[in-house]
């Protein structure tokens, strides 16, 4: 037997489907673990013993009751972790490298 914090997973589960339809933000770990912090911090936990019959049927209970805050949370700690990411910058470098190819081999000396 183990705790578990229901509205972890909620959060979890609803972020994938938000960026898997919206591709303005970044879903690497970093990005997406600071999201799910953020938004966690904003709604109440739903600690309970998981019991693997009642699982579902209690994540399901608390899916309906807090989904809207969970979606308006996650939202807002989208928007803040695209204004300040934390990642380390690898989504720009693959655009620089194209133009490393254009640098034209002209001689300066004969
Ligand atoms: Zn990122």
Do not use: W
Not at 29 to 38: F, G, H, P, Q, V
């Amino acid at each position: 037997m183990e705790y578990r914090n229901y509205m972890e997973e909620l959060v979890m589960e609803t972020l994938d489907q938000i960026l898997a339809y919206s591709k303005k933000y970044c879903n690497c770990e970093r990005c997406r673990l600071d999201t799910i912090s953020l938004a966690l911090n904003n709604l109440p936990p739903m600690y309970c013993v998981s019991d693997v019959g009642r699982a579902y049927k209690k994540l399901k209970a608390v899916e309906i009751q807090f989904k809207t805050d969970i979606v308006s949370e996650i939202a807002k700690a989208l928007k803040i972790v695209k204004k300040y990411p934390r990642h380390k910058k690898k989504t720009q470098t693959l655009k620089a490298t194209r133009q490393h190819h254009t640098s034209s081999p002209k001689r300066k000396k004969n």
